[in-house]
């Protein structure tokens, strides 16, 4: 099941966010989105989502539309910056919340708190979370549908490296099980170490997709590819 | 979703603090009413004491704006509809869930009026007159308020996904807005604005204004009213960007 984004254009207003940008993100793969700030990355993950209405073109997950999904998080697993949660609320409650509204067995909210490290944090109200800890909250509820896509915004935001290593390992490990994994960052030496597939776009405008070692598969080659593509080199 | 919406209110302290606020209101309004020399033989007093049951509808309309203009606050909502992209069912839901909640607050609400009073009246040597269906239709006008008013705090928090800006528009109006268009109005007209209509449905005439409703029409009214805010915070909900 992939991530197929088709000829998209978004508009705000008089200001275009994302123009006829196309580009596959394969299954079993790990796939960086990449671009400066303001690029159209979190755009594009918006209108995927159905958060956001794309003024022309499509976004489609395994073939439909998000809306369309029957159980869209148990296909689909997003993670966006602006998500937020209720200070005053605990952490296995706000995953409770969200496993009612999907349709997920309530013995995954454990399992996924278990799985990014917050068993031990799943009692304590989200207001004394760190950012990384919020983050690892996040992915958990990305993870509760066990799906089979997930799109990621910035998931290395606020972790420490050991906590950015253990990340690595896990997207590397859910590709590894076939699924679909995108991630949007500007952190090229992340993604240099974890993607397969980049996806590179600029001021609303697709420069590049294709696999990571075709614009080179170390830090300093993908940054210097990025700096070029991205015209911050003119 | 209806069960997603009640672990959301009942995982959190703040709604029940909000909620309890009510019955409070409640006890130091008949309180007050008798400490400034309510006289408790007068059927009119009677009925006055009881209608302080309708005060909790301010507390359930600010409920209702944040079941919405919260989630916007907390940047939760961006949660909920990757749970439900169909956004109609998520206000629905909110709708049902604020809805009973908001009812049951005035049900708690009506319950302490009725108490309150009849300790003041024992404790006076007035006779409480709980015969009358008078008693049950200002009990019941109080629970009934609290109910629409629920739904159009849900419904004002659609529109106005700004929560100090939702409850700021609402209380501005109930403090001032409607006096002063209900005055540009004319009472003839002014009966008809949403907070002299629940006046007339809850009995408080907190503005001390003679020309109301009769209180089963001041009742179509606010729910005719509650019935525009749900419905307009549906069709726009389904219509926005979610940035």
Same mark, same amino acid.
């Given at each position: 099941m992939e991530l197929e984004v088709r000829e998209l254009t978004k508009e705000f207003g008089p200001v275009t966010a +994302?123009?006829? +940008?196309? #580009?596959t993100a394969p299954a079993g793969q790990v796939t960086g989105l990449l671009?400066?700030?303001?690029?159209?990355? =979190?755009?594009?993950?918006?209108?995927?989502?159905?958060?956001?209405?794309?003024s022309s073109g499509a976004a489609l997950i395994g073939g439909v539309p998000y809306q369309s999904l029957a159980r869209p998080r148990r296909t689909v697993g997003a993670m966006l910056e602006a998500t937020g949660f209720h200070p005053g609320r605990r952490a296995r409650d706000?995953? %409770?919340?969200?496993?009612?509204?999907?349709?997920?067995?309530? %013995?995954?909210?454990?399992?996924?708190?278990?799985? +990014?490290?917050?068993?031990?944090?799943?009692?304590?109200?989200?207001?004394?979370?760190?950012?990384? /800890?919020?983050? %690892?909250?996040?992915?958990? $509820?990305?993870?509760l549908g066990d799906p089979r896509v997930l799109l990621l915004d910035e998931p290395a935001n606020g972790l420490d490296p050991a906590g950015i290593a253990w990340l690595r390992g896990l997207l590397r490990e859910q590709a590894g099980q076939g699924r679909t994994v995108v991630v949007a960052s500007h952190v090229l030496g992340e993604v240099a170490q974890t993607a397969d597939h980049v996806v590179i776009i600029s001021a609303g405008r697709l420069r590049f997709t294709g696999p990571l070692r075709e614009i080179g598969g170390t830090s300093s080659a993908l940054e210097s590819a990025f700096l070029k593509l991205t015209g911050a080199l003119a | /979703?209806?069960?997603?919406? #009640?672990?959301?209110? =009942?995982?959190?302290?703040?709604?029940?603090?909000?909620? *309890? *606020?009510?019955?409070?209101?409640?006890?130091?309004?008949?309180?007050?009413l008798i400490q400034s020399g309510g006289n408790v033989h007068d059927p009119a007093v009677q009925r006055q004491a009881l209608a302080h049951a309708g005060l909790a509808a301010l507390l359930t309309l600010i409920f209702g704006i944040v079941a919405v203009a919260g989630e916007y606050r907390h940047g939760s909502i961006t949660d909920t509809y990757l749970s439900c992209p169909d956004r109609g069912r998520v206000i629905t839901a909110k709708l049902a869930v604020y809805g009973l909640v908001g009812a049951a607050a005035g049900l708690v609400s009506s319950a302490v009026a009725? *108490? +309150?009073? $009849?300790? &003041?009246?024992?404790?006076?040597?007035?006779s409480l007159q709980l015969s009358g269906t008078d008693t049950w239709l200002t009990l019941g006008g109080g629970l009934a308020a609290c109910f629409a008013f629920?739904?159009?705090?849900?419904?004002?928090?659609?529109?106005?996904?700004?929560?100090?800006?939702?409850?700021?528009?609402?209380?501005? &109006?109930? *403090?001032?807005?409607?006096?002063?268009?209900?005055?540009?109005?004319?009472?003839?007209?002014?009966?008809?604005?949403?907070?002299?209509?629940?006046?007339?449905?809850? %009995?408080?005439?907190?503005?001390?204004t003679t020309r109301l409703l009769p209180q089963w029409a001041g009742g179509l009214v606010l729910l005719g009213y509650a019935a525009v805010f749900a419905g307009a915070a549906v069709a726009i909900t389904l219509r926005r960007d979610v940035t």
């Open positions: +994302v123009r006829d +940008v196309s #580009f671009g400066p700030n303001g690029s159209g990355k =979190t755009t594009t993950l918006r209108v995927a989502l159905g958060l956001v209405r794309a706000h995953l %409770r919340v969200l496993a009612a509204a999907a349709g997920v067995p309530g %013995r995954r909210v454990d399992e996924v708190l278990g799985q +990014v490290g917050l068993a031990e944090a799943a009692g304590r109200r989200v207001r004394g979370f760190s950012l990384g /800890m919020r983050q %690892r909250l996040g992915l958990a $509820a990305a993870l | /979703m209806i069960r997603s919406e #009640f672990r959301k209110i =009942t995982s959190i302290r703040s709604p029940w603090l909000l909620l *309890a *606020a009510g019955p409070l209101i409640v006890v130091a309004g008949v309180t007050g009725l *108490a +309150v009073t $009849a300790v &003041w009246w024992a404790a006076k040597g007035g629920s739904i159009i705090g849900v419904g004002l928090g659609a529109l106005i996904r700004n929560l100090a800006g939702a409850v700021a528009v609402a209380l501005a &109006w109930i *403090a001032l807005i409607e006096g002063i268009v209900g005055q540009l109005a004319g009472s003839g007209l002014a009966r008809w604005l949403p907070f002299y209509a629940s006046e007339a449905l809850d %009995r408080t005439n907190i503005g001390g």
